[in-house]
């Protein structure tokens, strides 16, 4: 069975007598270590000290940060890695293999954010099309306010620009754990009636999760 290391959603472990915030139990470390090796384990422990780090840091450092600490790892299909057409990988997977494709890049993203305490007002997982590669692509998503201009977290461009920018991308929507959007490049735009777009890879995702951490 696969072990993932950082708990996702509500499950952070507090330490209040420490300084650092987010922490993983030894054992889980070295059951990671034995089936993926000493720098998948160093992986995670980097993630970790990046978290701790930036938990009283501005948005802009958060952001910046967390785009270009998971834009290191290399991409690869999911037929390369998975040896399937479509996988949506965890976060922690994603590092256990160092390898993945866009919607890897995004959940990783995503969910540390949340770890770091954004609301599902602000951040979404955005699938857009890429029109240089004529082909559907996924980014992250930050807004400010509901009607602001959203930056772009992407492993493509790796610069992290307003929406406005990225004129290499077609915006299709917007969703996450709470609400589902048609995509602008300035505001949410209008929301989507649940079960007018298939989001199964995500619901699957998020039980997959919770199937782990029982």
Known sequence: MRILIIVMFFSIFFNLNAKNLYT???????????NYGKSAKER???????LNKLDDKDTSQQ????????NQI???TDLEVWNQKDYWASREEFLEVDRGDCEDYVIAKYFSLKQLGYSDDTIFL????????RQSHMVL???KTKTAIPLVLDNIVKEILPATQRTD????????????????????????P???????KWTNLILKIKKEHL
Not at 44 to 50: Q, R
């Open 141 to 143: 998503t930050y807004y």
């Open 44 to 50: 995670m422990l980097a993630l970790v000290a990046l």
């Open 24 to 34: 993983i139990d030894e054992k889980i470390l070295e059951s990671m270590e034995q």
């Open 74 to 76: 290399s991409f690869a």
């Open 126 to 133: 955005t699938y857009v099309k890429a029109i240089k590669y």
């Open 194 to 200: 649940q079960g007018k777009v298939n989001l199964t």
């Open 169 to 192: 991308l077609l915006p299709l929507f917007n969703f996450n754990g709470a609400k589902i959007y048609m995509a602008k490049q300035r505001g949410l735009g209008r929301m989507i």
């Open 63 to 70: 952001l910046k940060a967390i785009n270009d600490f998971f």
